[in-house]
């Protein structure tokens, strides 16, 4: 089945026809809801074991089979880690634009399946990785044609992950009415099993994909991954017949640079002293987005929808050239998408504050030990989606009715204060992993060599307020991007969470490199050296704690100046004008 943005559906052959023959008539979508799910929620989760899988531990691989140290091996993860979120934003544009969800996650899929496959191998032929390097040999790095194709391999996961992650939400969600209560109750449920199964899938491949890929072989370790990415492709085309499919509808984007244009073209221009009343006020009557009342933030672009004698307005009301002319509409959605710039910038440094990288180095270098078992150093991250997992139910179903009592507000408290809380939370994060790190270096002795006699599991209390803070920043990011960008444009503000991400692994990564070159000729030593027994990790940590506080205090002024999507300033909301009123 084929949905256009405008609500009709129709097979790919009748599309064409209908849309001309039935314009003005609504035509009723054949949702399957719930039927679909298990294929959708399959899919989901095959999909994110074999991503998270694959993801979770590639720090030390290319540590341990490609011989990086682990300066190099944390640069290269961060500038895959953040090409790979930033593609998310040309992925949401080729979707809402030219291929739509169903076709953007199908090929997506298939190269994230021959990427992780390409991946694989590497580990399971000896000519595509650099010879064993035992401790105390001379490690021989990666030639041009290994590492090469390494990065094929990253290449094509990149392209995967770019379509999957903008659409996969979206695509879910596109399987219920939202009309009805059976759909709102449905939609609501899809969101609750989507965090279950990203979850779900972290968890698992953080303890058992880890241990099989640490201590059994990188071989098996990666092909489990590309197999659940195989089941997830596998899935996903199983249910084709049963999608709600949404057709593109053009570029959301185009809309935008108008209106910059006309405002621009309208600059010397004065505005009416009652914009809200004066201003081209057009609104297409399939269109999608909701009605937004005028606000005063940003009044230069309000010039686009000034009416001059040379604007020429067509029989149903539009304007004839949109270039010259936008709608108040127009307008308030760009600066929608402008109010969210300086706010969505405050993810860079929470991203900063909850990355945990050097917790598997510190953990290598700790007592892993828990009486015969040793647990592996990248599957401490667990604890900290162990606590979100905890937490998330609790706050649900208990704080938000309590403080929903106090507030009046919906959610208990509003979508930026649950932001802003997670922001907070990095700084004491942070902090807490600067004294670990001193009480760690400091039992340290001949007797236990270059591990620490420090249980890793002091690692725990960091890795728990990281969980909180993504419990709250993380979950708050994607629900505020979701409700303040217009509705056409959803898949860009999904994108926007993961453009976040995607800057913060390119800061991250200048942040080490800085550190380390302004530190590795001073008297004590480099912070961030290969033995952080030799190092000073905790400075970097205070570091990181600094950079989140003043993070933090930018937060704090960009909510008090930012204005929700439909809280309008003339109190009022503007009335629709006939088409005969917008004579030139």
């Known amino acids: 089945m084929e949905k256009n943005e405008k609500g009709s559906i129709n097979t790919v052959d009748e599309i064409s026809f209908a849309s001309a023959k ?29 991503a998270i899988g694959t993801s979770s531990n590639l720090q030390l691989y290319l540590a341990t089979v490609f011989n990086m140290t682990h300066f190099s091996a944390t640069t290269v993860l961060n500038v895959f880690n953040g090409t790979t979120n930033i593609a998310t934003l040309a992925g949401a ?48 790095g990666p030639d041009v044609w290994q590492m090469a194709f390494l990065l094929f391999s990253f290449g094509l996961m990149i392209i995967g992950a770019g379509g999957i992650r903008p659409c996969n939400l979206a695509f879910g969600v596109d399987q219920f009415d939202p009309n009805t209560e059976s759909g709102k109750r449905g939609i609501a449920s899809f969101f609750n099993w989507y965090y279950f199964t ?29 197999t659940f990415m195989f089941l997830s492709c596998v ?109 969505s910038l405050t993810a860079i440094f929470y991203h900063i504050g909850v990355q945990q990288q050097y917790v598997v180095f510190q953990a290598l270098q700790s007592n892993r030990h828990l009486g015969s078992f040793q647990i592996p150093a990248a599957s401490y991250i667990v604890f900290a989606m162990l606590s979100l997992t905890m937490w998330v139910p609790l706050y649900d179903r208990v704080i938000v ?18 932001m802003g809380i997670g922001i907070f939370l990095t700084v004491l994060g942070s902090l807490v992993g600067a004294v670990v790190e001193e009480k760690r270096r400091s039992l340290v002795g001949p007797a236990s060599g270059p591990v620490s006699a ?19 920043n993380a979950i708050g990011q994607i629900e505020f991007y ?4 217009p509705e056409n444009m959803r898949s860009v503000g999904g994108a926007f969470y993961f453009c976040g991400s995607a800057a913060s692994h390119y800061v991250y990564s200048l942040m080490i490199s800085v550190v380390h070159r302004m530190t590795e000729d001073d008297r004590s030593g480099s912070w961030l050296p290969e033995d952080l027994n030799k190092g000073r990790l905790d400075y970097f940590y205070y570091l990181n704690a600094v ?32 088409p005969g009123n917008h004579s030139a």
């Not at 054949?30 to 959708?40: A, L």
């Not at 029989?315 to 308030?332: F, I, R, Y």
């Not at 507030?407 to 509003?414: A, F, R, S, V």
């Not at 249980?455 to 709250?472: D, I, R």
């Open 93 to 140: 544009y080729l979707c809402d634009t030219y291929f739509g969800r169903y076709k953007t996650l199908g090929v997506a899929s298939i190269a994230s399946l021959f990427g992780f496959l390409a991946l694989t191998l590497t580990a399971v032929f000896k000519n595509l990785h650099p010879p064993h390097c035992s401790p105390g040999d001379k490690c021989v």
């Open 22 to 50: 039935y314009d003005d008539e609504p035509e009723k979508i054949n949702y399957r809801g719930i039927k679909s799910m298990p294929f959708i929620i399959g899919n989901e989760t095959f999909e994110k074991l074999g």
């Open 401 to 418: 009715p309590f403080l929903r009592r106090l507030t009046k507000q919906e959610g208990g408290i509003t979508i930026l204060q649950r």
């Open 547 to 578: 950079l989140c506080a003043l993070n933090f205090g930018y937060f704090l002024v960009c909510a008090s100046w930012y204005r929700y999507k439909g809280d309008g300033d003339s109190g009022v909301e503007m009335e629709m004008k006939k």
């Open 454 to 472: 420090m249980s890793a599991m002091w690692l725990v209390p960091q890795l728990t307020l990281s969980g909180f803070a993504e419990a709250f």
């Open 482 to 485: 979701y409700k303040q960008f």
């Open 198 to 226: 990203v979850t779900f899938a972290q968890i698992v491949s953080l303890t058992l994909v880890v241990y099989v890929q640490s201590n059994i072989s990188w071989s098996i370790g990666l092909a489990i991954p590309t």
């Open 235 to 343: 899935l996903y085309f199983m249910g084709e017949k049963m999608y709600v499919k949404v057709r593109p509808d053009g570029s959301p984007m185009t809309s935008l640079v108008q209106v910059a244009v006309a405002a621009a073209k309208k600059r010397r221009l004065e505005l009416p002293e009652q914009p809200w009343l004066s201003l081209f006020n057009y609104k297409p009557p399939k269109s999608i987005n909701s009605r937004l009342p005028y606000t005063e933030q940003f009044i230069f672009l309000d010039k686009a929808a000034i009416i001059t004698a040379e604007d020429e307005i067509k029989p149903d009301g539009s304007a004839s050239n949109p270039w010259s002319l936008c709608t108040t509409q127009q307008v308030e959605e760009l600066k929608c998408v402008l109010r969210v710039i300086p706010v």
